[in-house]
């Protein structure tokens, strides 16, 4: 049976709260309109702690959050079957609103994948 790593839902949020408190602070701090049109809205901020996962059948499989749910990627075929990696995700939002994930994979002392969800 396949076994899905998730990420703490607490991280997620915190990391969703600051987000909204980034907007807060960069739109007060805006003046003019040339600062409005240097600034997109978009950031994408790292969660406090990535996950330790392990390569299966040369996939590593994650529960994500927002609703994107089980997922497996595939890693690449020169990685050993249960390779310990380490699985990152980054939260993306534009004026404060999540836009996005993006989740890194790496073993090995290499980034083996990156994949997006959404804007990020």
Known sequence: ????????????????????????VSAASME???AVLSDDGHVRMALAACISVTVSEGKICLNLPFD????????????????AAKACIDVCSTFGVP???E??????????????????
């Open 1 to 24: 049976m396949t076994q899905y790593a998730e990420f703490d839902s607490t991280q997620v949020s915190s990391t969703i709260a600051a987000l909204s408190q980034q907007q807060a």
């Open 32 to 34: 003019g309109p040339q």
């Open 68 to 83: 994107i749910g089980d997922i497996c990627l595939p890693i690449p075929p020169w990685v050993p079957e249960g390779t």
């Open 99 to 101: 836009t996005g994930i």
């Open 103 to 120: 989740v890194t994979v790496s073993a090995l002392d290499t980034v083996l994948l990156r994949r997006s969800w959404g804007r990020c």
